[in-house]
């Protein structure tokens, strides 16, 4: 492991502790022991993991799992979304109109 990388909630590991790559849920030390607790990034499964300093050198950090932040102003969404209906409203009646002629 990097040390210039710290392990965090949303890293993606890689490594002999884990059966596939992992995305971190939540990560806890104490002392010398430090605690993953984390998801299979291919099926899912959460897996716990109670590690020395030695067995956390093992583990590659693969990178940061991006997830798409759908969190926005409601008000903008819903407008945007009314404005997308109507648009498509318009453009079906004017299909309709011009195969009419």
Request: aromatic share 8%.
């Amino acid at each position: 492991m990097d040390d210039s990388k710290p392990i965090k909630k949303g890293t993606l590991l890689k490594g002999r502790l884990f059966p596939e790559s992992v995305e971190v849920i939540s990560i806890d030390s104490i002392e010398e022991l430090t605690t993953i607790y984390a998801r299979g990034v291919e099926t899912g499964k959460i897996y716990e993991k109670v590690i020395g300093k030695v067995q956390l050198k093992e583990i590659d950090i693969v990178g940061d799992y991006k997830q798409i932040d759908f969190s926005t102003n409601p008000e903008n969404f819903f407008l945007g979304i009314e404005a997308k209906r109507i648009l498509t409203y318009i453009l079906v009646l004017q299909i309709q109109s011009e195969n009419q002629k």
